[in-house]
């Protein structure tokens, strides 16, 4: 079963055609698709999608990125659906990004904190959003004992001295289209190196496009370039990628 683990098809940039989009995912063979609200704009617009399609499933949480704009409220909110709407599978993306200068590093980090004390709280997985800050990401799962519930380490970037950690702490770890990119050594390193029970595949839509559309709007439909990478990158046919891969996604999200 071929399945995209993390898209924005909720996003601006499939106003016009969304319908059209998850259309072709499904021609491209992509059986189910789980998509990530991450303010209180995409948690709402999320949770109508799977509502209306019973084979997408909804990720709610707090973008690092606007943890500055969470409030108390906010986390009683995403409390109270993650534990009631059967359609939400996990919590995120959650974690810690120091790319984009919008939140101070301390309200990231508090926030990180209470959405992964949530997620032990209602036993449901995190989906870790981590920008250039690696080691600040694993020591505050490692400090919070996440590996109680463990989740996806999303688009993952860092190094295998890293990903190790994860994998340590019961974390999946998901590549995206970046592992398409001719020039991207250190994820396809990583990918050949991830314990096949611990691979996923993504595609972050509508970013990170993969080879050869590459600076173009990104689609769920496009997945299945990357598990074409990662076969290709483990010595597997694709036929092998997408049962591990889907195997995979069905038991972290509790999907069967």
């Known amino acids: 079963m071929l399945i995209d683990t993390h898209t924005h098809l909720d996003a601006d940039a499939f106003v016009e055609d969304q319908e059209q ?13 789980i998509n990530v609200g ?18 997408i499933y909804a990720v709610i949480g707090w973008h690092p990125v606007d943890a500055v704009d969470m409030t108390e ?35 990231q980090q508090d926030v990180f904190r209470k959405q992964i004390d949530l997620a032990k709280r209602i036993g449901k997985p995190i989906i870790i959003h981590n920008r250039d800050a690696h080691q600040d990401v694993v020591d505050i799962l490692r400090e919070e004992n996440a590996s109680e519930v463990g989740g996806i380490m999303h688009c993952y970037s860092g190094s295998w001295e890293i990903a190790k950690q994860c994998l340590d702490m019961n974390f999946y770890i ?54 074409e990478a990662a076969a290709e990158l483990t010595g597997k046919t694709f036929d092998e990628i997408i049962r591990i891969t889907g195997n995979n996604a069905k038991k972290v999200f509790d999907i069967f």
């Open 21 to 33: 989009v998850i259309q072709r995912a499904l021609d491209q063979g992509v059986e189910r698709m």
């Open 38 to 55: 991450f303010d209180r704009k995409t948690i709402t617009s999320t949770l109508e999608l799977a509502e209306k399609y019973d084979f």
């Open 73 to 107: 409220e906010d986390l009683k909110w995403i409390e109270q659906l993650a534990t009631t709407h059967p359609k939400v599978v996990g919590i995120g993306e959650t974690g810690l990004d120091y790319h984009w200068d919008k939140s101070p590093r301390a309200i």
């Open 174 to 227: 998901s590549f995206g289209g970046p592992v398409t990119f001719k020039n991207a050594k250190q994820p396809k390193e990583v990918l050949k190196k991830v314990p096949l029970d611990r691979l996923l595949v993504e595609t972050d839509s509508p970013y990170l496009t993969p080879h050869p559309y590459r600076g173009k709007r990104n689609e769920s439909g496009y997945v299945k370039l990357v598990a």
